[in-house]
């Protein structure tokens, strides 16, 4: 009987444990109803997006690496322009030195060609002078026959004429020349040691001009007061007339009056193929 009674308790329990068991877990269905589609949708959607992120990140985690790198080498390029510019700018400045300088070597460049052109000349001067002494019609002569040459300058003595100064004026332009000008107490001495007649007068390009009121040379200059002594300058200040020229003085005369004259020009370039 006791048995019975166990058994039947138990199983009696069972069924009520049972029971038990299937109401739980229908409260549970109830209280957590499965996930609907919209849901997982969503979830799906968020997952969707944050791999999209993530992917967006690591783009730009590159690009941004790919950027600095850019950058970096855009940098050294730039550094590298500026280093180029600088460097031309050098060039630059230097040649603008150098081309600012050249006319400066320019002209040292021209003044030495000068002084080579002159000492050929003054060489060949020298050359032809003493030709001209051994042959008086050598052909490097630069005056004319019967002409006497000194420095730049041919005169001729006319030693067996006289005329008036204007006459003799007249006839050193039909020669092409004038009346002679002392320019120096030189080629004053030269004048002198010429072995003119013992009682020789010669007129010279000076007279006296009474539009200015002042002693000019023939080609209208004045005469300076280092080439006449005191006597002779004295002379000249007080006086009216013309110049001429006696045993290495000045003296002043009448232009009316008749005497020798001395006409000047210009020498001729003595020719380097001339002097052989």
């Excluded at 004026?169 to 120096?184: A, E």
């Excluded at 013309?242 to 000045?250: P, S, T, V």
């Excluded at 008749?258 to 210009?266: D, G, P």
Aim: aromatic share 10%; charged share 20%.
């Amino acid at each position: 009987m006791s048995d019975e009674v166990t058994y039947a308790t138990l199983t009696f329990q069972d069924s009520v444990g049972a029971r038990n068991n299937r109401d739980r877990n229908n409260l549970r269905k109830r209280a957590c109803p499965a996930p609907s589609p919209i849901w997982r949708l969503a979830a799906l959607s968020l997952l969707t997006l944050c791999l999209m992120l993530l992917i967006g990140l690591v783009t730009l985690g590159i690009m941004l690496l790919q950027t600095s790198h850019e950058i970096n080498s855009d940098s050294e390029r730039l550094s590298q322009l500026q280093k180029t510019i600088h460097q031309q700018q050098d060039n630059f400045s230097q040649q603008l030195s150098d081309y600012r300088n050249f006319p400066t070597e320019e002209e040292h460049l021209k003044s030495q060609i000068s002084s080579l052109l002159k000492q050929q000349e003054q060489m060949a001067i020298k050359l032809c002078q003493e030709l001209i002494i051994r042959t008086s019609d050598h052909k490097c002569n630069p005056c004319p026959k019967m002409w006497q040459w000194y420095q730049n300058s041919c005169y001729y003595f006319a030693t067996n004429e006289e005329n008036t100064w204007i006459n003799s004026r007249n006839n050193c332009l039909d020669q092409n020349s004038t009346l002679v000008k002392i320019d120096s107490l030189e080629e004053k001495d030269f004048l002198k040691s010429q072995p003119l007649p013992k009682f020789s007068f010669f007129w010279l390009g000076l007279s006296w001009d009474p539009s200015g009121k002042s002693w000019l040379w023939e080609d209208g200059s004045i005469p300076s007061p280092s080439l006449f002594s005191p006597r002779e300058y004295t002379q000249i200040n007080g006086s009216r007339g013309c110049a001429y020229f006696q045993k290495g003085k000045i003296y002043l005369s009448r232009c009316s009056a008749e005497i020798s004259w001395i006409c000047e020009k210009t020498a001729t370039l003595v020719k380097i193929e001339d002097l052989g």
